[in-house]
Structures are given as C-alpha cells and as structure tokens.
C-alpha cells in the first residue's frame, strides 16, 4: 500500500519554492494532466499545495518524483502498483530509517532491520521477475534474427530454412 502522509518538503533549498500548476508540471515532464491526476488518485503523489481558487501546485520535488515514476513505468516497464509499492518502500526505507536511530533497544533495532530486510528481498524478487522476463524476451528476438539470418542465406544460395514446407 502507497502511503497516504504529506510528502516530507523540509529538505528543500528555497523556504518558498516556485510552485506550478497542473499544465507547467505537464509540460516540464511531458506527461498529460489526466495522468497526473490519475497518480494522485493512486496516491502516487501529492501536490505541494492548492491555490486559492483550489489549482494543483507543485514543486520541485513533484517533478522529480513525477519524473522517477515516469522512469518506471516506461523506462524498466513497471507496472503502476509495483511502482506504488516501490515509493513505499523507499518512504518505509526513510521511516525506518529515523526510527532505528531514535532508539538503543536491540530488540527495537533488530525488529527494524528485519521489517527491512523483507522489503528488500520482495524488491530483489520483483526485480529478478522483471529481469527474467527481459531475458525471455531478449533470447526470443535472438531466435527471430538467427531465422531472418537463415531467410538471408538461402537468398544467397544457402540451404531452404524451412524445406518441410516445399513438399
């Protein structure tokens, strides 16, 4: 589950960043309006703000992260939810983060470490998932360019690819 908490904007440089509306946003990272609505609606992201006639406002790390999902989703093929769960996972990352270093209790720690850990190795799952299917795909286009490559050598006088089908 994506986390629903107001994204953490204390480490930005500026005390009052420039904030964008919906369509500079769109335009700066060449997504459309209806999808970043639809990641706010996933809970994907959460706008900066609202004006005072209730405009969506961004800011600099809405396009970033906007930007990160994009990346996902087109770049290495994520789906939507695996992106969702990725997010949370770095948003866990942070809490725990700050939580293992709140406490001395090895007990408390130990249970941090292992709650991590398991997220870690569903990441490294879903990762090696998407990896295989690359890999299934890559070895499938290899088999078609070695057949084209058999199409390219009976035009030059090489053997039939397929002489059961000249019966």
């Known amino acids: ?31 459309t309006t209806r999808a970043i609505r639809y990641y706010e609606e996933l809970r994907l992201l959460e706008p900066a703000g609202r004006s005072d006639g209730a405009y969506r406002l961004y800011d600099a790390s809405d396009l970033e992260r906007l930007r990160f999902i994009r ?28 939580r293992f270093r709140s406490t001395q209790d090895p007990d408390e720690r130990r249970a941090i470490v292992d709650e991590a850990a398991q ?36 035009l030059d006088g090489g053997p039939d690819p397929h002489p059961e089908r000249r019966r």
Not at 7 to 29: F, G, M
Not at 75 to 98: I, K, T, Y
Request: net charge negative.
């Open 119 to 154: 997220r870690v190795e569903r990441q490294i799952a879903t990762l090696r998932a998407k990896r295989d299917r690359l890999d299934t795909m890559i070895a499938e286009a290899e088999q078609r360019l070695a057949h084209l490559g058999a199409h390219r050598a009976e």
């Open 1 to 31: 589950m994506v986390s629903t908490t107001t994204p953490d904007r204390s480490n930005l440089p500026d005390a009052s960043p420039k904030l964008l509306r919906i369509q500079e946003v769109a335009a700066e990272t060449g997504l």
């Open 71 to 98: 990346s996902l989703r087109d770049d290495a093929g994520f789906s939507l939810a695996q992106v969702g769960q990725l997010l949370e996972d770095e948003a866990a990352r942070e809490r725990n983060r700050e």
